[in-house]
């Protein structure tokens, strides 16, 4: 009778784990309660794929779930005390079961994001103050005037490189406050256009440069900090990009990248000469930990408010 009880068991656990979906899903609720949303951000799968899996795992029991103010949270259903032995060969089967799965893989780096999302406490705080800001007129108060004080935060000892730089705007105002910053770029006309630039307001620390952002004719170890502006998604290969920035890096430097989140928004490749079509948080995450950096943060910061409705997100890396 033990016997058969067990087989029943193995078999069924067989046939749950058959699916890659549902595979995936329990390792990720077996490590964290979530909601139907944080799954479809986590697989990149449409909620009624997610839903029914749930569904199909809540009538075998193996999944529970529960109300917390507008969500409900899935999570694996505990073991009894007469159920230990079969849940621990259960998760082994699981281990084995995902243990060569790429996505599933994936799927761990973007289980740290999500939570890190609901660890930023601060972060509805500062989003609702966003949508605040410049919506009434305060005198004095603007965005340029709020980033002009920011700059003054910049240390006088720096060394940036902006690369992908183009007319350099931003390199000019980090100039003001930094030691030095190798603005790069691949357009002959930028460079010379901010080069001139530079001289009529005098930047003697601003450095212009023609180069490949996946090359940057930078001296390995000088720089401490690489900054790519919405320059990523031109890269060819931007992996190549980011493993550059690494080299020039000086130990304990800065990775800062400020780009697209990921769109569909494919006329994008012809209006900007976009080679890629943004970047996922999980995408960005795994760029620069896969280059040597420890990724001190990710996340979106800003919306369009017209269509296609562009998100940015920003990406912060230390050697």
């Given at each position: 009778m033990l016997q058969k009880v067990a087989v029943s068991s193995i078999l069924k656990s067989f046939a749950l784990l058959s699916d890659p979906t549902r595979a995936r899903i329990l390792a990720l609720l077996r490590l964290e309660?979530?909601?139907?949303?944080?799954?479809?951000?986590?697989?990149?799968l449409g909620?009624?794929?997610i839903s029914a899996q749930l569904s199909r795992l809540k009538e075998t029991g193996m999944v529970t779930d529960r109300r917390s103010g507008k969500n409900?949270?899935?999570?694996?259903?505990?073991?009894?005390?007469?159920?230990?032995?079969?849940?621990?060969?259960?998760?082994?089967?699981l281990d084995s079961a995902t243990q060569e799965m790429n996505a599933a893989k994936r799927d761990m780096t973007a289980l740290k994001l999500i939570r890190r999302k609901r660890a930023d406490t601060a972060r509805s705080y500062f989003d609702a103050l966003a949508g605040k800001f410049g919506r009434n007129h305060?005198?004095?108060?603007?965005?340029?005037?709020?980033?002009?004080?920011?700059?003054?935060?910049?240390?006088s000892s720096l060394v940036i490189a902006d690369l992908g730089a183009g007319e350099g705007t931003l390199s000019q105002m980090l100039a003001r406050h930094a030691k030095q910053v190798i603005a790069v770029d691949n357009s002959e006309k930028m460079v010379a256009y901010g080069t001139k630039l530079s001289q009529q307001h005098g930047f003697a620390n601003l450095d212009y440069r023609l180069g490949d952002i996946e090359d940057p004719p930078i001296?390995?170890?000088?720089?401490d900090v690489a900054f790519f502006s919405q320059a990523l998604h031109h890269a060819q290969n931007p992996a190549n990009?980011?493993?550059?920035?690494?080299?020039?890096?000086?130990?304990?430097?800065?990775?800062?990248?400020?780009?697209?989140?990921?769109?569909?928004?494919?006329?994008a490749r012809a209006l900007y000469a976009d080679v890629w079509l943004g970047f996922s948080e999980v995408e960005l995450h795994e760029l620069i930990e896969d280059a040597g950096f420890r990724v001190l943060e990710i996340r979106t910061v800003d919306r369009d408010?017209?269509?296609?409705?562009?998100?940015t997100v920003i990406a912060v890396g230390k050697v």
């Amino acid at each position: 009778m033990l016997q058969k009880v067990a087989v029943s068991s193995i078999l069924k656990s067989f046939a749950l784990l058959s699916d890659p979906t549902r595979a995936r899903i329990l390792a990720l609720l077996r490590l964290e309660e979530l909601s139907v949303a944080e799954l479809q951000e986590i697989l990149a799968l449409g909620q009624s794929n997610i839903s029914a899996q749930l569904s199909r795992l809540k009538e075998t029991g193996m999944v529970t779930d529960r109300r917390s103010g507008k969500n409900r949270l899935y999570r694996l259903q505990p073991p009894g005390a007469k159920d230990r032995d079969t849940h621990a060969h259960f998760l082994a089967l699981l281990d084995s079961a995902t243990q060569e799965m790429n996505a599933a893989k994936r799927d761990m780096t973007a289980l740290k994001l999500i939570r890190r999302k609901r660890a930023d406490t601060a972060r509805s705080y500062f989003d609702a103050l966003a949508g605040k800001f410049g919506r009434n007129h305060i005198p004095g108060r603007s965005w340029k005037a709020l980033g002009e004080t920011l700059f003054h935060l910049i240390p006088s000892s720096l060394v940036i490189a902006d690369l992908g730089a183009g007319e350099g705007t931003l390199s000019q105002m980090l100039a003001r406050h930094a030691k030095q910053v190798i603005a790069v770029d691949n357009s002959e006309k930028m460079v010379a256009y901010g080069t001139k630039l530079s001289q009529q307001h005098g930047f003697a620390n601003l450095d212009y440069r023609l180069g490949d952002i996946e090359d940057p004719p930078i001296k390995p170890g000088t720089v401490d900090v690489a900054f790519f502006s919405q320059a990523l998604h031109h890269a060819q290969n931007p992996a190549n990009a980011i493993a550059a920035a690494r080299r020039i890096l000086k130990p304990g430097g800065l990775i800062i990248i400020l780009d697209l989140l990921k769109h569909t928004f494919e006329k994008a490749r012809a209006l900007y000469a976009d080679v890629w079509l943004g970047f996922s948080e999980v995408e960005l995450h795994e760029l620069i930990e896969d280059a040597g950096f420890r990724v001190l943060e990710i996340r979106t910061v800003d919306r369009d408010a017209k269509s296609p409705y562009f998100q940015t997100v920003i990406a912060v890396g230390k050697v």
